[in-house]
């Protein structure tokens, strides 16, 4: 079946790194979303994964991908309070459909 | 490049009515997609439209509908609404979906309440 699960906190001091991680069961899936949600905002595509990588490093942001474990990762180096959101792992197990499934959310606290 | 843009941001609704939200996508862009949030189910999907065809649905009742135009705007339209309806509807679009690239990026949603 289809599920993406994310643990719903994360607390971290500002400078230091946060990972935020994900699981999916759908093998299937090309591709792998990160997305970002500030309050009363949309959904803010942060980066993306192609299946058949480990890594993607984006500026600040690195995307692990452990793809016999289904288990995928986001690493924000130097966190700053403006990164404080609520962070989605997404994964389209559909091949050429839009059908994006999410996890619930993983909610970034960044405190001095 | 102006982005997804959703129509009306804020809208409330009495039970029994209906409703029409509206989706504006990226230029060049000709998939759609919705999806509606709310703290107890989180992100789930309604449907996709691309070609002005529904090419995939989600697991919503039939007073759930959508469609999309030649200039591939999008509309969906929830009839009947019931107190749980109330949800923040976000529309996606993307260029053309393929298994290569299926990159979506978001509106900032239109906040429907239901009283």
């Known amino acids: 079946g289809e599920d993406v699960e994310q643990s719903l906190f994360l607390s971290v001091r500002e400078g230091d790194s946060s990972v935020i991680n994900c699981t999916y069961t759908d093998s299937s899936s090309t591709y792998l979303y990160w997305y970002k949600q500030e309050p009363g905002a949309g959904l803010q595509l942060l980066t993306y994964i192609f299946s058949n990588m480990d890594m993607k490093q984006d500026q600040r942001l690195t995307v692990l991908l452990n793809k016999k474990d289904k288990h995928l990762s986001l690493r924000i180096a130097d966190t700053q309070t403006g990164d404080s959101a609520i962070y989605f792992c997404?994964?389209?197990?559909?091949?050429?459909?839009?059908?994006?499934?999410f996890g619930a959310g993983t909610r970034l606290a960044v405190h001095p | 490049k102006a982005g997804v843009t959703q129509t009306p941001r804020y809208l409330i609704k009495t039970r029994g009515q209906q409703v029409t939200l509206s989706c504006s996508p990226i230029s060049g862009h000709r998939s759609v997609s919705w999806y509606q949030q709310t703290p107890g189910q989180g992100l789930q999907f309604l449907f996709e439209y691309f070609s002005e065809t529904q090419r995939n649905k989600g697991n919503f009742p039939g007073r759930f509908s959508g469609r999309q135009f030649s200039n591939s705007r999008s509309e969906m339209n929830v009839s009947t609404l019931e107190l749980g309806d109330s949800a923040l509807y976000l529309c996606?679009?993307?260029?053309?979906?393929?298994?290569?690239?299926?990159?979506?990026?978001f509106g900032q949603g239109t906040r429907l309440t239901v009283v």
């Open positions: 997404a994964e389209n197990p559909s091949g050429g459909y839009n059908k994006l499934i």
């Open positions: 996606a679009s993307s260029l053309v979906p393929t298994p290569v690239n299926t990159e979506a990026f």
